[in-house]
């Protein structure tokens, strides 16, 4: 089975940075596309970042310049370097990957979340 492992997350001043991490193991035949969302209490989760497996990468705007986000793909894993954080990029974060699977073309898995805190 296909398991999302994160790890990065932390508290951190505004202006510092955290690089967030999404390593996918299991029975994996290719990886299509790798996302990172972010959830807060009371909202939905929302895609900050986006990338395929020929390296285009989408942003939400509100992190455009600050985040970025890359892939190693011979380690199945996913970077989000976030860079001048601010209070309102606190939320839980969680890894995307849609992938084929020797029974399944496509499936979506996700991470379990890390917890970012932005906080003075």
């Known amino acids: 089975q296909v398991q999302l492992v994160e790890s990065g997350g932390g508290l951190v001043r505004p202006g510092g940075s955290l690089r967030l991490s999404c390593a996918a193991s299991g029975d994996i035949v290719n990886i299509y596309t790798m996302g990172w969302y972010r959830q807060t209490p009371g909202s939905q989760r929302e895609l900050i970042a986006s990338i395929t497996h020929g390296g285009n990468t989408n942003y939400r705007d509100s992190v455009k310049g600050r985040f970025t986000i890359s892939r190693d793909d011979a380690n199945n894993t996913s970077y989000l370097q976030m860079n001048s954080l601010r209070l309102e990029d606190t939320a839980t974060y969680y890894c995307?990957?849609?992938?084929?699977?020797?029974?399944?073309?496509?499936?979506?898995?996700w991470g379990q979340g890390t917890q970012v805190t932005v906080s003075s």
């Open positions: 995307e990957a849609n992938l084929a699977t020797r029974t399944s073309l496509w499936s979506t898995f």
